[in-house]
């Protein structure tokens, strides 16, 4: 079936360093993917749509400046966390469409120490 | 926009029990009906999904949903859990022209051997 490989699992980071999160459709060819936050005991909040080849949509209240997202590739969509601070610790998740269907990283737990 | 609301924050009960989560979204139009489940430490896996037809449909692993549209509800069932349905469980909608999805805060599953 359809995979997506998010990589790093883990990551602990410096205040003030930047952080990149990978994203990849490993069988299948994702020209739409998303970028998901979830705190503890709280749902996937959507950060922004990421399309192939063009800028990524934000959602309401998330810094584009902040999290930047790249999707140069078919099967390759990145979450940069730039300037990260403490409150940017959080499990990052990233998603593409395949079918009809949502295939899932397993996601990033980033920590900023 | 959507909104999903899971009932039940931390559900613990005993093998062969029944399961039955609850999940209620607020949109007025029609919509397309998630339940993912997140085994610890892996990625969220699609359990069942309606998009139209039965509104009662039949997962994997046992699981099965019933959408009820005047009650705006799709919760999720199983008549007897096992110690391997420990996970958390995730609702989520969308609507048919749009591929954004929209999580419930999820419920914990706890079964006990």
């Known amino acids: 079936g359809a995979v997506v490989s998010q990589h790093p699992s883990w990551v602990i980071c410096k205040s003030g360093t930047s952080v990149k999160i990978e994203c990849r459709s490993l069988d299948f060819q994702a020209t739409t993917m998303f970028w998901y936050r979830q705190f503890p005991k709280q749902s996937l909040m959507l950060m922004a749509t990421s399309n192939e080849g063009s800028k990524a949509t934000y959602e309401q209240g998330v810094e584009k400046d902040k999290f930047l997202i790249n999707h140069a590739s078919l099967t390759l969509s990145t979450l940069t966390v730039t300037s990260a601070h403490p409150e940017d610790s959080s499990f990052y998740i990233c998603?593409?469409?395949?079918?009809?269907?949502?295939?899932f990283g397993s996601g990033t737990r980033l920590t900023v120490v | 926009a959507q909104s999903v609301s899971q009932h039940n924050h931390h559900v613990i009960l005993s093998e062969a029990a029944s399961l039955e989560l609850g999940c209620n979204y607020s949109?007025?139009?029609?919509?397309?009906l998630f339940w993912y489940v997140q085994y610890p430490g892996q990625h969220l896996q699609l359990l069942l999904k309606?998009?139209?037809?039965?509104?009662l449909v039949k997962g994997i692993k046992g699981f099965e949903a019933e959408f009820i549209k005047s009650k705006f509800s799709f919760n999720l069932r199983k008549p007897s859990v096992q110690w391997s349905d420990t996970a958390e469980y995730f609702c989520a909608v969308n609507a048919p022209n749009d591929y954004k999805l929209s999580f419930g805060a999820g419920t914990t599953v706890t079964v006990r051997a």
């Open positions: 309606y998009f139209s037809g039965d509104p």
């Open positions: 949109y007025g139009g029609t919509v397309n």
């Open positions: 998603s593409a469409i395949q079918g009809n269907g949502y295939t």
